[in-house]
């Protein structure tokens, strides 16, 4: 599914299985957000099969946290060119989740070691410009990316249509993800894509959406 120029997603739709929405940046280097689970990797490989693309084609991939249903599947491009990079505080909370991960998913955290660490401020990919933003809360490292020229935003977890990340899951912060929302809702987005759940496709909805959560979630939280 195109949503805007060169930002394809792939959304996840099922209410069975549990996976995050993927989303495909068809820049000089083509950028992979969130691969999700690896056993749930099949709605994606049909998607780049329909944009006449492979696995190989894959530059670098970026995770926005490190829970299972968004990075599991990086182990997939371990052959590949592409480069796995994520926030170094989530490779901590990754070794501190290394027996967890072993016992429930089968995962040695090696395979999901990151080739380098994203950190706050600006990335440049061959000529494309993000923004990375360190946005805890939802988990210790979790970041959100910032495209300025198509004013799109990739949350992650961090908040949806009408709803936000969970902080009852093991490095959860309700401080902080109040916190890192506010940081981002003071950018000009006209396109937010989450983690899970609906795209939101328009300055106004956005708008609307984070007085909601602030209206509505801030003071359960």
Not at 52 to 63: N, P, S, T
Not at 174 to 189: H, N
Request: include cysteine; proline fraction near 5%; hydrophobic fraction near 40%.
């Amino acid at each position: 599914m195109r949503v805007v120029n060169n930002v394809h997603a792939f959304i996840w739709n099922s209410l069975i299985s549990n996976n995050c929405n993927t989303y495909l940046i068809d820049g000089p280097t083509r950028i992979l957000i969130d691969p999700g689970h690896i056993r749930l990797f099949d709605h994606v490989q049909k998607g780049f099969e329909e944009l006449g693309m492979k696995i190989e084609d894959i530059g670098l991939v970026i995770c926005t946290h490190a829970h299972p249903d968004h990075i599991e599947a990086v182990q997939l491009f371990k052959d590949t060119q592409a480069l796995i990079a994520f926030h170094e505080k989530e490779w901590q909370f990754i070794k501190t989740m290394d027996s967890y991960l072993n016992s429930s998913f089968g995962i040695n955290k090696d395979s999901l070691t990151p080739d380098f660490f994203l950190k706050e401020g600006e990335l440049f990919i061959q000529g494309l410009k993000l923004k990375i933003f360190f946005t805890p809360g939802h988990s210790p490292g979790s970041i959100s990316i910032y495209w300025p020229e198509q004013k799109a935003l990739f949350p992650g977890d961090l908040i949806f249509k009408e709803g936000i990340g969970r902080t009852d899951l093991p490095g959860g912060d309700s401080r902080l993800l109040k916190e890192s929302i506010k940081r981002i809702s003071e950018l000009e987005i006209e396109e937010l894509l989450p983690g899970h759940g609906e795209i939101i496709p328009n300055r106004d909805e956005v708008e609307a959406n984070f007085d909601f959560i602030e209206q509505f979630w801030f003071p359960q939280i």
